[in-house]
């Protein structure tokens, strides 16, 4: 995909595809007379007569990083599975770790789909995330769905949601409890579907809510081979517990969010459909009220 845009024209003309459909619109008075200038990449206005880009207003404009750096940038981001660090970024792209820093902030950002929601059966669990795997007997989870407490200040609480084949949303809870659980899940679950949790004091009182609230409180074993369970979500726990190892007392929940976002956005999201919906969430995003 990336390969198609070596070139800021080639950049230019996807954009304004995007965004005007091939026919410009002209950002100060909303007129399409104008004159294209394909030498500068720009367009004159007949009404208001200013000159304008596709990039007026854009996240785009606020950055002297070149077009086909931020388009390189999110080929990168996409084709990383499980992510990548902005060190790892800023080798690739060539660029400072600041600037590295800033476009996956930015990159993430336009992952984020605050609209989403979730119906038919739901799995739902939490985890905590932070510190290296040797130190994961601090937070090991028991039978009954409740934590051992020693040890787990630095730790941050995470909460997944996932269709049975279908989508996710993974949060950073304040605390994993049910004051914080129970108004995001009525929010993002539709009321006529299937929740699947463990015993977990945090899921109590749902049932009232939801067309059926199933308990799982049985064994391990049991619980995987339940045709209701909540394994799916265990494979993004470990994921997301590996990309945060080591950073035991400085996880930042703004930073683990924004990375929740990216895993649930690649996950939600068809690769072809991908760059477009990024691309088009970039030109919408108003980058001066973040
Ligand atoms: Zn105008």
Same mark, same amino acid.
């Given at each position: 995909?990336?390969?198609?845009? *070596?070139?800021?024209? *080639?950049?230019?003309?996807?954009?304004?595809?995007?965004?005007?459909?091939?026919?410009?619109?002209?950002?100060?008075?909303?007129? %399409?007379?104008?004159? !294209?200038?394909?030498?500068?990449?720009? @367009?004159?206005? #007949?009404?208001?007569?200013?000159?304008?880009? +596709?990039?007026?207003?854009?996240?785009?404009?606020? %950055?002297?990083?070149?077009?086909?750096?931020?388009?390189?940038?999110?080929?990168?981001?996409?084709?990383?599975?499980?992510?990548?660090?902005?060190?790892?970024?800023?080798?690739?792209?060539?660029?400072?770790?600041?600037?590295?820093?800033?476009?996956?902030?930015?990159?993430? &950002?336009?992952?984020?789909?605050?609209?989403?929601?979730?119906?038919?059966?739901?799995?739902?669990?939490?985890?905590?995330?932070?510190?290296?795997?040797?130190?994961?007997?601090?937070?090991?989870?028991?039978? !009954?769905?409740?934590?051992?407490?020693?040890?787990?200040? #630095?730790?941050?609480? +995470?909460?997944?949601?996932?269709?049975?084949?279908?989508?996710?949303?993974?949060?950073?809870?304040?605390?994993?409890?049910?004051?914080?659980?129970?108004?995001?899940?009525?929010?993002?679950?539709?009321?006529? !579907?299937?929740?699947?949790?463990?015993?977990?004091?945090? $899921?109590?009182?749902?049932?009232? @809510?939801?067309?059926? #609230?199933?308990?799982?409180?049985?064994? &391990?074993?049991?619980?995987?081979?339940? &045709?209701?369970?909540?394994?799916?979500?265990?494979?993004?726990?470990?994921?997301?517990?590996?990309?945060?190892?080591? &950073? $035991? @007392?400085?996880?930042?929940?703004?930073?683990?969010?924004?990375?929740?976002?990216?895993?649930?956005?690649?996950?939600?999201?068809?690769?072809?459909?991908?760059?477009?919906?990024?691309?088009?969430?970039?030109? @919408?995003?108003?980058?001066?009220?973040?």
């Amino acid at each position: 995909m990336v390969e198609k845009f *070596k070139t800021k024209k *080639k950049c230019i003309e996807y954009l304004e595809k995007q965004r005007w459909s091939d026919n410009p619109i002209c950002p100060y008075c909303n007129s %399409t007379k104008n004159t !294209s200038k394909p030498k500068e990449f720009r @367009h004159t206005c #007949h009404q208001c007569g200013k000159s304008f880009s +596709v990039l007026v207003g854009t996240i785009f404009e606020s %950055t002297k990083l070149p077009l086909t750096k931020w388009f390189v940038a999110i080929g990168l981001i996409l084709n990383a599975k499980k992510g990548i660090s902005s060190l790892q970024l800023s080798r690739d792209l060539n660029v400072n770790k600041n600037t590295a820093w800033y476009l996956q902030k930015r990159i993430r &950002q336009a992952m984020q789909d605050n609209s989403l929601t979730l119906k038919g059966i739901v799995e739902i669990d939490e985890t905590y995330v932070g510190g290296s795997l040797s130190n994961k007997h601090y937070y090991k989870k028991l039978e !009954s769905g409740k934590y051992h407490k020693t040890g787990m200040e #630095h730790k941050v609480p +995470v909460l997944g949601m996932i269709e049975r084949e279908g989508k996710i949303i993974l949060k950073v809870l304040e605390k994993a409890s049910a004051k914080d659980i129970r108004p995001f899940v009525k929010l993002k679950i539709e009321p006529n !579907s299937t929740i699947v949790t463990d015993g977990f004091g945090g $899921y109590t009182g749902l049932k009232d @809510h939801f067309d059926n #609230h199933v308990v799982l409180n049985h064994s &391990q074993y049991e619980r995987k081979n339940n &045709q209701f369970n909540t394994c799916t979500l265990e494979g993004f726990w470990t994921l997301i517990k590996r990309a945060f190892i080591g &950073q $035991y @007392h400085k996880i930042s929940r703004i930073h683990m969010q924004s990375y929740l976002n990216e895993l649930a956005f690649k996950h939600n999201n068809k690769y072809l459909n991908m760059f477009n919906l990024l691309i088009n969430n970039l030109l @919408h995003v108003n980058y001066a009220t973040i």
